[in-house]
């Protein structure tokens, strides 16, 4: 009988690596930009401006729309399915809202049109996907496209103005010295932290994710659950298009274009698998604050708009690449 071969020691390297970086990495590139912005950003009045209160709260303020519609999108990925219609269901969501304030519905009959109408939307998805049997990328492609239309057809292509002041107190006012945008986003990262690894639903979304057919053998209704999936996905799109509305004060059919890439690259840099099978609020948190902090640095260092779409762009690709690095990783 042969001998085992020794392990060889670039194996054991690549494999403390690997593992190292499926823990860390996005924590460490969010620490790493935050010392680098400290000091390559300029100096206002003698002062870094970067590390201002009000350029940070601005930081999460950006971040908080982000972070809601990934928190969904992190369950949808997690179950290894994709959905690029959300930056749609945001300006649908919102011009719904619009138009209710609009007809004179009080603002949280309004905040609630929105959700509905999200979750309305996410449903429609579901169905598709799990009736049709269709590809939820393809769906998901058409309805941004559907969704977007109707936005436009409802308010003929121009933005609805003129929503009632209490709206904007309050849900685009601050609780001390934090908007409540900010405040509504960390409380749902609780929430769905807490509903993906404590909870059925969640231990159910990542047996779908893992292995599909295993999951539905083992008796696990994995049509209902996917329906659920995309469903809870169009409601938090929906909180985030009202909370967006007040931020704005408007209701534009076109705000949220490109919010779909920005929410499923801070989902896979956060350590969700584009797999499947493989999920984390706590990741997708930090993936939204890396993504947050990458727009606002090139803003305050004066970078033109289009090198912003190259470098957004850059980000994308290196989410995948952290992805495929920690899959290489957890197989040897």
Known sequence: MNAPAPDRPGVAWWTHIATFVSHYGA????LVMVLALSVITPMVRGE?????????????????INLI???GMTFVITSRGIDLSVGSIVA???????IAMREGAGPYLGFATAVVTGAA????NGLLITRLKLP????????????RGLALVLTEGRPIYG????????????????????????????????????TRFGKYTTAIGGNEETARLAGIPVDWMKLKIYTLTGLLTGIAGALLTARLSSADPVAGQLFELDAIAATIMGGTSLMGGEGTIGGTVVG?????????????????????????????ILAVVLDQFRRRGASR
């Not at 924590?27 to 969010?30: D, E, P, R, V, Y």
């Not at 393809?138 to 969704?147: D, E, K, N, S």
């Not at 309050?170 to 986003?185: D, E, K, L, N």
């Open 27 to 30: 924590f460490l590139i969010l």
């Open 48 to 64: 870094q401006f970067f590390l201002t209160s009000r350029n940070l709260i601005q930081v999460l303020q950006q971040a908080s």
């Open 69 to 71: 519609i990934a928190i």
């Open 92 to 98: 649908l969501s919102g011009v719904v809202a619009g």
């Open 121 to 124: 939307c996410g449903a429609f």
């Open 136 to 147: 939820p990328f393809i769906v998901t492609l058409g309805t941004l496209g559907v969704f």
């Open 163 to 198: 929503f009632s002041r209490e709206y904007l107190q309050i849900f685009a006012g601050r609780i001390g010295t934090v908007p409540v945008q900010v405040v509504v986003a960390l409380v749902l990262a609780l929430v769905f932290w807490w509903v993906l690894t404590k």
């Open 288 to 316: 939204t604050l890396i993504m947050s902090l990458v727009r606002n640095g090139m803003n305050l260092l004066n970078v033109p708009t289009f090198w912003q779409q190259l470098v957004l762009g850059s980000v994308i």
